[in-house]
Protein backbone atom coordinates (compact mmCIF):
# COMPACT_ATOMS: atom_id res chain seq x y z
CA UNK A 1 0.00 0.00 0.00
CA UNK A 2 3.05 2.17 0.67
CA UNK A 3 4.10 1.84 -2.62
CA UNK A 4 0.32 2.89 -4.00
CA UNK A 5 0.42 6.13 -1.99
CA UNK A 6 4.21 6.88 -2.98
CA UNK A 7 3.32 6.79 -6.64
CA UNK A 8 0.04 8.79 -6.36
CA UNK A 9 1.68 11.62 -4.09
CA UNK A 10 4.51 11.47 -6.28
CA UNK A 11 1.50 12.74 -9.26
CA UNK A 12 -0.26 14.96 -6.95
CA UNK A 13 2.88 16.78 -5.90
CA UNK A 14 3.28 17.81 -9.70
CA UNK A 15 2.65 21.48 -10.90
CA UNK A 16 1.23 19.66 -14.20
CA UNK A 17 -2.32 18.76 -14.25
CA UNK A 18 -2.22 15.80 -16.14
CA UNK A 19 -0.07 14.31 -13.65
CA UNK A 20 -2.64 15.57 -10.99
CA UNK A 21 -5.51 13.68 -12.33
CA UNK A 22 -3.69 10.63 -12.89
CA UNK A 23 -2.43 11.41 -8.99
CA UNK A 24 -6.53 11.94 -8.04
CA UNK A 25 -7.32 8.77 -9.97
CA UNK A 26 -5.06 6.66 -8.36
CA UNK A 27 -6.15 8.12 -4.92
CA UNK A 28 -9.74 7.42 -6.06
CA UNK A 29 -8.60 3.76 -7.22
CA UNK A 30 -7.24 2.67 -3.81
CA UNK A 31 -10.19 4.02 -1.74
CA UNK A 32 -12.45 2.59 -4.13
CA UNK A 33 -10.65 -1.23 -3.73
CA UNK A 34 -11.26 -0.56 -0.33
CA UNK A 35 -14.36 0.94 -0.09
CA UNK A 36 -16.52 -0.85 -2.51
CA UNK A 37 -18.13 -4.02 -2.14
CA UNK A 38 -15.83 -6.87 -3.42
CA UNK A 39 -12.75 -5.10 -3.32
CA UNK A 40 -9.74 -7.53 -2.38
CA UNK A 41 -6.60 -5.33 -1.95
CA UNK A 42 -3.91 -6.54 0.30
CA UNK A 43 -2.27 -4.42 2.68
CA UNK A 44 1.04 -4.83 1.21
CA UNK A 45 0.00 -5.79 -2.12
CA UNK A 46 1.74 -3.51 -5.09
CA UNK A 47 -0.04 -3.14 -8.49
CA UNK A 48 0.39 -0.41 -11.40
CA UNK A 49 -1.63 3.05 -11.35
CA UNK A 50 -3.17 1.79 -14.61
CA UNK A 51 -4.99 -1.25 -12.89
CA UNK A 52 -5.73 1.10 -9.96
CA UNK A 53 -7.75 3.56 -11.61
CA UNK A 54 -9.45 0.36 -13.45
CA UNK A 55 -10.40 -0.63 -10.35
CA UNK A 56 -13.17 2.25 -9.91
CA UNK A 57 -16.15 0.61 -12.50
CA UNK A 58 -15.92 -2.33 -10.37
CA UNK A 59 -18.90 -2.94 -8.30
CA UNK A 60 -20.79 0.04 -7.06
CA UNK A 61 -22.24 -0.92 -4.09
CA UNK A 62 -20.26 0.54 -0.89
CA UNK A 63 -19.70 -1.23 2.18
CA UNK A 64 -20.77 -0.55 5.84
CA UNK A 65 -18.57 0.64 8.20
CA UNK A 66 -19.07 -2.49 10.49
CA UNK A 67 -17.82 -4.70 7.04
CA UNK A 68 -14.75 -2.26 6.53
CA UNK A 69 -13.60 -1.96 9.97
CA UNK A 70 -12.83 -6.21 9.45
CA UNK A 71 -10.64 -5.34 6.41
CA UNK A 72 -7.56 -5.75 6.19
CA UNK A 73 -6.71 -2.86 4.11
CA UNK A 74 -9.27 -0.97 5.27
CA UNK A 75 -7.26 -1.45 8.77
CA UNK A 76 -3.79 -0.68 7.45
CA UNK A 77 -4.60 2.31 5.45
CA UNK A 78 -6.03 3.72 8.35
CA UNK A 79 -2.61 2.59 10.03
CA UNK A 80 -0.52 4.64 7.61
CA UNK A 81 -3.04 7.68 8.06
CA UNK A 82 -1.86 7.82 11.57
CA UNK A 83 1.73 9.32 10.65
CA UNK A 84 2.68 12.47 8.58
CA UNK A 85 4.71 10.40 5.86
CA UNK A 86 1.52 8.82 4.31
CA UNK A 87 -1.41 10.76 5.30
CA UNK A 88 -3.38 11.65 2.41
CA UNK A 89 -5.41 14.75 3.13
CA UNK A 90 -2.13 16.85 3.98
CA UNK A 91 -1.50 15.71 0.62
CA UNK A 92 -4.74 16.58 -1.20
CA UNK A 93 -4.66 19.73 0.69
CA UNK A 94 -1.32 20.98 -0.80
CA UNK A 95 -2.15 19.64 -4.10
CA UNK A 96 -5.38 22.51 -3.78
CA UNK A 97 -2.72 24.57 -2.64
CA UNK A 98 -0.97 24.45 -6.03
CA UNK A 99 -3.78 24.54 -7.97
CA UNK A 100 -4.80 27.72 -6.42
CA UNK A 101 -1.96 29.21 -7.54
CA UNK A 102 -2.73 28.07 -11.21
CA UNK A 103 -4.54 30.94 -13.83
CA UNK A 104 -7.80 29.89 -13.92
CA UNK A 105 -9.13 27.59 -16.34
CA UNK A 106 -11.82 25.16 -16.70
CA UNK A 107 -9.27 22.06 -16.08
CA UNK A 108 -8.05 24.04 -13.17
CA UNK A 109 -11.41 24.29 -11.77
CA UNK A 110 -12.57 20.58 -12.61
CA UNK A 111 -9.15 19.37 -10.55
CA UNK A 112 -9.60 21.49 -7.94
CA UNK A 113 -13.87 20.20 -7.33
CA UNK A 114 -12.24 16.43 -7.44
CA UNK A 115 -9.63 17.01 -5.13
CA UNK A 116 -12.18 18.70 -2.81
CA UNK A 117 -14.35 15.38 -3.35
CA UNK A 118 -12.14 13.30 -2.46
CA UNK A 119 -10.38 15.33 0.57
CA UNK A 120 -14.22 15.06 1.99
CA UNK A 121 -14.56 11.64 1.90
CA UNK A 122 -11.25 10.82 3.76
CA UNK A 123 -11.71 13.59 6.50
CA UNK A 124 -15.17 11.19 7.47
CA UNK A 125 -13.33 7.78 6.45
CA UNK A 126 -10.38 8.97 8.97
CA UNK A 127 -11.68 11.41 11.45
CA UNK A 128 -8.50 12.31 13.00
CA UNK A 129 -6.92 14.14 9.98
CA UNK A 130 -9.69 16.68 10.48
CA UNK A 131 -7.64 18.45 13.28
CA UNK A 132 -5.05 19.59 9.80
CA UNK A 133 -7.66 21.96 9.81
CA UNK A 134 -7.09 23.90 13.41
CA UNK A 135 -4.28 25.27 11.60
CA UNK A 136 -5.51 28.79 10.31
CA UNK A 137 -3.65 28.35 6.63
CA UNK A 138 -5.27 25.66 5.83
CA UNK A 139 -8.99 26.69 7.21
CA UNK A 140 -8.11 29.94 5.60
CA UNK A 141 -7.63 27.80 2.25
CA UNK A 142 -11.06 26.92 2.17
CA UNK A 143 -12.16 29.95 3.02
CA UNK A 144 -10.68 31.09 -0.50
CA UNK A 145 -12.51 28.58 -2.32
CA UNK A 146 -15.49 30.64 -1.57
CA UNK A 147 -14.30 33.38 -3.34
CA UNK A 148 -16.49 34.07 -6.01
CA UNK A 149 -14.52 35.69 -8.20
CA UNK A 150 -12.02 32.99 -8.71
CA UNK A 151 -14.13 29.54 -8.13
CA UNK A 152 -16.99 28.81 -10.06
CA UNK A 153 -20.47 27.67 -8.07
CA UNK A 154 -19.76 24.01 -8.32
CA UNK A 155 -16.93 24.90 -6.30
CA UNK A 156 -18.18 26.83 -3.77
CA UNK A 157 -20.58 24.44 -2.70
CA UNK A 158 -18.14 21.39 -2.75
CA UNK A 159 -16.04 23.56 -0.30
CA UNK A 160 -19.07 24.43 1.85
CA UNK A 161 -19.06 20.08 2.21
CA UNK A 162 -15.69 20.30 3.03
CA UNK A 163 -16.04 22.90 5.34
CA UNK A 164 -18.43 21.17 7.12
CA UNK A 165 -17.01 18.09 7.47
CA UNK A 166 -13.85 19.50 8.86
CA UNK A 167 -15.64 21.09 11.60
CA UNK A 168 -17.46 17.96 12.66
CA UNK A 169 -16.82 16.84 16.06
CA UNK A 170 -13.86 19.33 16.28
CA UNK A 171 -14.71 22.44 18.14
CA UNK A 172 -11.13 23.23 18.13
CA UNK A 173 -11.60 23.41 14.08
CA UNK A 174 -14.71 25.71 14.56
CA UNK A 175 -13.24 27.91 16.93
CA UNK A 176 -9.93 28.19 13.94
CA UNK A 177 -12.76 29.05 11.59
CA UNK A 178 -14.04 32.08 13.97
CA UNK A 179 -10.98 33.32 14.18
CA UNK A 180 -9.68 33.40 10.72
CA UNK A 181 -13.15 35.73 9.82
CA UNK A 182 -15.48 32.05 8.07
CA UNK A 183 -18.78 33.56 9.60
CA UNK A 184 -18.27 36.90 7.66
CA UNK A 185 -16.94 35.24 4.26
CA UNK A 186 -20.12 32.63 4.57
CA UNK A 187 -22.22 35.13 5.85
CA UNK A 188 -21.27 37.67 2.74
CA UNK A 189 -21.47 34.95 0.41
CA UNK A 190 -25.19 34.49 1.83
CA UNK A 191 -26.01 38.20 1.60
CA UNK A 192 -24.38 38.49 -1.74
CA UNK A 193 -26.96 39.22 -4.72
CA UNK A 194 -24.72 37.05 -6.97
CA UNK A 195 -24.82 33.91 -5.23
CA UNK A 196 -26.36 32.03 -6.87
CA UNK A 197 -29.54 29.82 -5.25
CA UNK A 198 -27.36 26.26 -5.03
CA UNK A 199 -24.58 28.07 -2.82
CA UNK A 200 -27.09 29.98 -1.18
CA UNK A 201 -28.86 27.25 0.44
CA UNK A 202 -25.54 25.02 1.06
CA UNK A 203 -24.85 28.12 2.80
CA UNK A 204 -27.59 28.22 4.33
CA UNK A 205 -27.31 24.25 5.70
CA UNK A 206 -24.01 25.58 6.80
CA UNK A 207 -25.15 28.18 8.94
CA UNK A 208 -27.94 25.52 11.11
CA UNK A 209 -25.05 23.36 10.99
CA UNK A 210 -22.67 26.18 13.22
CA UNK A 211 -25.52 26.97 15.37
CA UNK A 212 -25.81 23.36 16.83
CA UNK A 213 -24.34 23.02 20.33
CA UNK A 214 -21.13 20.95 21.11
CA UNK A 215 -20.09 18.41 22.65
CA UNK A 216 -15.93 17.66 23.79
CA UNK A 217 -14.75 14.63 21.21
CA UNK A 218 -14.77 11.30 22.61
CA UNK A 219 -11.63 9.49 23.95
CA UNK A 220 -11.10 5.70 22.98
CA UNK A 221 -8.74 4.23 22.22
CA UNK A 222 -6.36 4.36 18.77
CA UNK A 223 -7.03 3.52 14.99
CA UNK A 224 -9.34 1.47 14.00
CA UNK A 225 -11.20 1.19 17.17
CA UNK A 226 -13.34 -1.40 16.31
CA UNK A 227 -15.88 -0.70 19.53
CA UNK A 228 -16.59 2.59 17.51
CA UNK A 229 -17.01 1.24 14.55
CA UNK A 230 -19.39 -1.59 15.35
CA UNK A 231 -21.77 1.47 16.43
CA UNK A 232 -23.63 3.74 14.11
CA UNK A 233 -21.61 5.06 11.00
CA UNK A 234 -21.46 8.37 12.62
CA UNK A 235 -19.85 7.35 15.78
CA UNK A 236 -16.53 7.34 13.61
CA UNK A 237 -16.25 11.25 14.54
CA UNK A 238 -15.36 10.30 17.96
CA UNK A 239 -12.20 9.02 16.72
CA UNK A 240 -11.23 12.52 15.64
CA UNK A 241 -10.47 13.48 19.65
CA UNK A 242 -7.57 11.84 20.11
CA UNK A 243 -5.62 12.35 17.33
CA UNK A 244 -3.68 15.48 15.63
CA UNK A 245 -1.54 15.96 12.73
CA UNK A 246 0.78 18.50 14.21
CA UNK A 247 3.77 17.46 16.66
CA UNK A 248 7.03 18.37 17.47
CA UNK A 249 9.24 15.49 17.15
CA UNK A 250 6.67 12.09 16.83
CA UNK A 251 5.55 10.74 13.64
CA UNK A 252 2.48 10.08 15.00
CA UNK A 253 -1.13 12.09 15.35
CA UNK A 254 -1.91 10.48 19.03
CA UNK A 255 -1.97 13.62 21.57
CA UNK A 256 -2.57 13.27 25.61
CA UNK A 257 -6.41 12.01 26.33
CA UNK A 258 -6.55 13.99 29.01
CA UNK A 259 -5.12 17.22 27.46
CA UNK A 260 -7.47 16.57 24.51
CA UNK A 261 -10.40 16.55 26.67
CA UNK A 262 -9.91 19.64 28.77
CA UNK A 263 -8.66 21.44 26.24
CA UNK A 264 -12.28 20.85 24.29
CA UNK A 265 -13.87 21.59 27.02
CA UNK A 266 -12.44 25.06 27.10
CA UNK A 267 -13.22 25.47 23.54
CA UNK A 268 -16.41 24.17 23.09
CA UNK A 269 -19.35 26.85 22.69
CA UNK A 270 -23.44 26.71 23.18
CA UNK A 271 -26.02 27.61 20.36
CA UNK A 272 -26.83 30.78 22.54
CA UNK A 273 -23.00 32.05 22.52
CA UNK A 274 -22.96 30.99 18.50
CA UNK A 275 -25.81 33.32 17.62
CA UNK A 276 -24.54 36.39 19.79
CA UNK A 277 -21.32 35.71 17.25
CA UNK A 278 -23.31 35.12 13.93
CA UNK A 279 -25.59 38.15 15.11
CA UNK A 280 -22.68 40.40 14.01
CA UNK A 281 -23.03 39.75 10.22
CA UNK A 282 -26.29 38.15 9.74
CA UNK A 283 -29.80 39.62 10.81
CA UNK A 284 -32.45 36.96 12.05
CA UNK A 285 -30.51 34.47 13.33
CA UNK A 286 -32.58 34.25 16.21
CA UNK A 287 -35.11 32.49 13.63
CA UNK A 288 -33.06 30.30 12.22
CA UNK A 289 -31.95 29.02 16.08
CA UNK A 290 -35.51 28.74 16.26
CA UNK A 291 -36.43 26.77 13.22
CA UNK A 292 -33.21 24.64 14.37
CA UNK A 293 -34.66 24.11 17.53
CA UNK A 294 -38.04 23.42 16.38
CA UNK A 295 -36.82 20.65 14.16
CA UNK A 296 -34.66 19.09 16.54
CA UNK A 297 -37.72 18.77 18.91
CA UNK A 298 -39.69 16.89 15.49
CA UNK A 299 -36.52 14.80 14.93
CA UNK A 300 -36.32 13.86 18.75
CA UNK A 301 -40.23 12.93 19.09
CA UNK A 302 -40.10 10.98 15.07
CA UNK A 303 -37.23 8.58 16.51
CA UNK A 304 -39.24 8.24 19.82
CA UNK A 305 -42.35 7.34 17.76
CA UNK A 306 -40.79 5.38 15.52
CA UNK A 307 -38.89 3.54 18.80
Same mark, same amino acid.
Given at each position: MEALLSLSFGNLSSRDTTRIRKGIRQIEGLLAQICLSGSKLSPNKRQGSRELAGQQDRGNDCRHLKDLRKDAAFREFFRLQEGFRWNVASRLIATLERLLGHPPSQTTNALILATMDILQGLLLLHPPSRTLFNREDYM +?? &???? &??PSNNPPENQSQALLVLVTSLLDCPANTRTFEEVDGLLTVTSLFK %?? %? $???????? $???? &??FYLMPEAPPS???????? !????? +???????? !??????HSGDSDRMDVDEDDQSEQSLRKTKTTEEKQKLLGRHLGNVAELVRDLRENAIFA?? !??????
Open positions: +NL &LLDL &LD %SR %S $TVKEVKMR $TLEF &LYTSSSAPNT !AVLQR +NPSKIDAL !AGHARTAA !AGGSAG
